[in-house]
């Protein structure tokens, strides 16, 4: 069983932005499997870089989404995806420094970020997107 497994309450869009969180989560659980195997060390210089990387990449492209279909939460969205920024880079900040608890630290600060960013803040980009398709439905 995955670490952290994807859901169908987790669906957004069908689209890019499912499939950048499904690339997160598999991320994610890679990590975690080396961790819990012992090898923590040997990937999470890979992991970290391309977790930080991956999701800087992820956060941007749903932002822009956001703008270009006039979501109205958008302000708060950045704020919320900031401070997740911020918390990955004191992860790597403390792996540089030589941290050796930084892999577990991040599998779990990713797991729960993702799980509840998803559910909660992106659960209204997608009640946003229904709620415009009914609209222009009706039109």
Same mark, same amino acid.
């Given at each position: +069983?995955?670490?952290?497994?994807?859901?169908?309450? +987790? #669906?957004?869009?069908?689209?890019?932005?499912?499939?950048? !969180?499904?690339? %997160? #989560?598999?991320?994610v659980?890679?990590?975690?499997?080396?961790? @819990?195997?012992?090898?923590?060390?040997?990937v999470?210089?890979?992991?970290?870089?391309?977790?930080?990387?991956?999701?800087?990449? $992820?956060?941007?492209?749903?932002?822009?989404?956001?703008? @270009?279909?006039?979501?109205?939460? %958008?302000?708060?969205?950045?704020?919320?995806?900031? !401070?997740?920024?911020?918390?990955?880079?004191? %992860?790597?900040?403390?792996?540089?420094?030589? =941290?050796?608890? #930084?892999?577990?630290?991040? =599998?779990? #600060?990713?797991?729960?970020?993702? @799980?509840l $960013?998803?559910?909660? @803040?992106?659960?209204?980009?997608?009640?946003? %997107?229904?709620?415009?398709?009914?609209?222009?439905?009706?039109?």
């Open positions: +069983m995955a670490y952290f497994e994807w859901a169908d309450d +987790m #669906v957004i869009d069908k689209g890019p932005i499912d499939a950048d !969180h499904q690339k %997160l #989560v598999e991320l659980n890679d990590l975690h499997t080396a961790t @819990s195997e012992g090898r923590g060390q040997e999470i210089e890979r992991i970290i870089h391309e977790l930080i990387r991956y999701t800087k990449e $992820h956060l941007e492209r749903e932002e822009q989404l956001m703008a @270009s279909i006039q979501f109205p939460h %958008l302000e708060r969205h950045k704020v919320g995806h900031d !401070h997740f920024t911020q918390q990955l880079n004191v %992860l790597q900040a403390k792996y540089d420094q030589g =941290s050796i608890t #930084v892999a577990s630290q991040l =599998s779990t #600060v990713l797991r729960d970020w993702l @799980s $960013h998803i559910r909660r @803040s992106d659960k209204e980009i997608k009640t946003y %997107l229904t709620q415009r398709t009914k609209a222009k439905a009706r039109r």
